[in-house]
T-cell receptor
Framework: GQNIDQPTEMTATEGAIVQINCTYQ??????LFWYQQHAGEAPTFLSY????GLEEKGRFSSFLSRSKGYSYLLLKELQMKDSASYLC????????FGKGTMLLVSP | DARVTQTPRHKVTEMGQEVTMRCQPI?????VFWYRQTMMQGLELLAY????????DSGMPKDRFSAEMPDATLATLKIQPSEPRDSAVYFC????????????FGPGTRLTVT
């Protein structure tokens, strides 16, 4: 299978910046997705990177390095509502999801 | 407000019973995915349809699971017979041609098999 690895959980403070890392198998790789999933809800699309570099979308940015098999999701000006699980997913023949990083934002 | 719908939202059943989950993809989307999510395994792809044809169901236990798309507005996932290890949240997601993998997820069916 295509190993998608990301930390199990992270904590941060309201107003801070947090970076969630993801590594993936490069063989057969076509692109990298990030999804947000609040407890008890469905995943929602955040970003898609196919080329190297940083894609910025408001408070959220996603970075990809294809040669290194590495991506990160950067969340700025953290808010309490950002507490959720963040799923990294690699696009191969289909999407393969990591197990998610549970982010807890505290006051 | 286009969204994927799934029924039922919750299902509790006894081991050995048949379970049928339904999904209505977003109108105009031609790709449909079925996922299973558990704490241990995370989100796993079970089956994938494009234009109603099954393209990949390698993640699905074939002896008890089946997935179909009787028409473009309905996808079904059936488990027969169900087992306690099938307890999970089952998500349906749909995507369009332009960004087939920018998937829109339904609210999920939380299945408990006792």
């Amino acid at each position: 299978g295509q190993n998608i690895d990301q930390p199990t959980e992270m904590t941060a403070t309201e107003g801070a910046i947090v970076q969630i890392n993801c590594t993936y198998q490069t063989s057969g790789f076509n692109g990298l997705f990030w999804y947000q999933q609040h407890a008890g809800e469905a995943p929602t699309f955040l970003s898609y990177n196919v080329l190297d570099g940083l894609e910025e979308k408001g408070r959220f940015s996603s970075f990809l390095s294809r040669s290194k098999g590495y991506s990160y999701l950067l969340l700025k000006e953290l808010q309490m509502k950002d507490s959720a699980s963040y799923l990294c997913a690699g696009l191969y023949s289909t999407l393969t999801f990591g197990k998610g990083t549970m982010l807890l934002v505290s006051p | 407000d286009a969204r994927v719908t799934q029924t039922p939202r919750h299902k509790v059943t006894e081991m050995g019973q048949e379970v049928t989950m339904r999904c209505q993809p977003i109108l105009g989307h031609n790709t449909v995915f079925w996922y299973r999510q558990t704490m241990m395994q995370g989100l796993e792809l079970l089956a994938y349809f494009r234009n109603r044809a099954p393209l990949d169901d390698s993640g699905m236990p074939k002896d008890r699971f089946s997935a179909e798309m009787p028409d473009a507005t309905l996808a079904t996932l059936k488990i027969q017979p169900s087992e306690p290890r099938d307890s999970a949240v089952y998500f349906c997601a749909s995507g369009g041609d332009r960004a087939a993998y920018e998937q829109y997820f339904g609210p999920g069916t939380r299945l408990t098999v006792t």
